[in-house]
């Protein structure tokens, strides 16, 4: 079924079969996955620039979380930018996975779950694991490799880092290729949809590119560098490889640190900021001022994220810490 809106031309479908779309073009599609409360359906929007030749299919995909903006635009201008006459293989970009909480202008999906721990999914669950079934079995499906765009929560900010497996060998090398800070290993049991994609032999990564609810420009940018490394690696596309003007600090490991009290929170760190063992990360307040406690890096690690929300309760997030690999 093909539909006419405004200022442009989309076909609406239940199940994208990447290679049902004509070579040479980029076509546009509304992939049916759930109906509302009212019988409407949701509707995800997925773009397909596909080569005139055969090759791989890169998959991207952004706002799995509501609140996750940036990774919108990479996938926007990359397609506005797409060589056709030397395009080899597949593009495919999600613009935005969670559509609901998008427009919600929430975080997690309308139950109250955060999506990207249920992938994937269940194909007779509950509301958001049935979401997340059908976004896997309707479109992950599809890929041969995934690039999954995140940004920090609420309350937080990211440097620009990876999580991957280096473990394996390509997916470490699609990691290296985004030129990022810092790159964390990660092997993803964890319901997310890298995860789910890695189950289905799908070489994938996850991109955290800056902070949540905003459009930033610089981040923007590297991330489609990062993404025109891939294509040129998988020689999807001619082009040399952009390298990166400082070599990403590779972490065995990365957890976050958390509050055992609550109050008015400060979080000196900046970001990718090295912390030694024992020195003062954080300090708490209470709301006449006094200093509550201090709290110290329990080891040595780079400043991965951080808290920037100064209302802070018992059990809250200070300061995501990345633990070096010295090999």
């Given at each position: ?194 995860g789910a994609a890695g189950e289905l032999g799908i070489k994938a990564i996850t991109l955290e590119v800056g902070d949540p ?115």
């Amino acid at each position: 079924m093909v539909s006419f809106f405004k200022d442009y031309e989309v076909e609406i479908v239940k199940n994208l079969r990447v290679h049902d779309a004509p070579k040479g073009t980029i076509t546009r599609y509304f992939v049916q996955l759930v109906k509302d409360g009212m019988g409407m359906p949701t509707f995800v929007p997925v773009l397909i620039a596909r080569g005139k030749k055969d090759g791989p299919v890169l998959g991207l995909t952004a706002a799995v979380h509501g609140n996750e903006l940036n990774g919108i635009p990479i996938i926007q201008e990359l397609f506005k930018e797409i060589d056709f006459e030397n395009l080899r293989g597949t593009l495919v970009g999600v613009p935005v996975v969670n559509v609901p909480s998008l427009l919600l202008k929430k975080r997690r999906f309308t139950d109250n779950t955060d999506l990207n721990h249920v992938f994937p999914g269940v194909q007779n669950g509950n509301t958001s694991q049935v979401y997340a079934y059908r976004i896997v079995d309707r479109i992950i499906n599809e890929f041969d490799y995934l690039l999954d765009l995140h940004t920090a929560s609420f309350g937080r900010i990211n440097s620009f880092y990876i999580r991957a497996d280096m473990n394996d060998p390509e997916t470490a090398k699609l990691a290296e290729l985004q030129n990022a800070q810092i790159i964390v290993h990660n092997t993803a049991r964890d319901g997310t949809l890298r995860g789910a994609a890695g189950e289905l032999g799908i070489k994938a990564i996850t991109l955290e590119v800056g902070d949540p609810n905003r459009f930033q420009k610089t981040m923007i940018q590297q991330g489609q560098t990062g993404v025109q490394n891939v294509m040129y690696y998988l020689d999807m596309l001619p082009g040399k490889v952009s390298p990166a003007e400082k070599k990403a600090i590779l972490c065995k490991e990365s957890y976050w640190l958390y509050t055992n009290t609550g109050g008015i929170l400060h979080v000196p760190p900046t970001l990718t900021e090295v912390v030694q063992k024992d020195q003062v990360i954080a300090s708490m307040r209470n709301i006449f001022g006094d200093l509550i406690t201090d709290y110290k890096a329990p080891q040595d690690g780079i400043v991965i994220g951080k808290s920037i929300n100064p209302i802070n309760q018992t059990g809250g997030r200070i300061l995501h810490l990345g633990i070096f690999d010295k090999a």
